[in-house]
């Protein structure tokens, strides 16, 4: 096991009741039904936040290929050439 550090929290009456009644039924101990808690309610807040970037690709070639194998600063400087005041 690893660390461990005790704390104290502040619960409503009703709420530990049925956390304790619920872990006896279920044969685990009030901490364990708490730690389990904490873990879903973590797990479920990191796969709702993960970002996912749409595909929107199209059914192209590709790249031309003159850009082939270039790189991002090429390609960048191509787009923007004879743009701007510069």
Request: glycine share 10%; proline share 3%.
């Amino acid at each position: 096991m690893g660390l461990q550090m005790k704390i104290t929290i502040e619960i409503t009456d009703c709420l530990a009741r049925k956390a304790k009644a619920h872990a006896s039924k279920e044969n685990v101990t009030f901490r364990s039904l708490i730690e389990r808690g904490f873990r879903l309610v973590l797990r479920a807040d990191s796969q709702r936040n993960r970002f996912k970037l749409r595909d929107a690709s199209v059914g192209g070639r590709g790249l031309q290929p003159a850009y082939r194998g270039a790189g991002w600063p090429r390609i960048r400087e191509s787009t923007y050439k004879n743009r701007g005041p510069c």
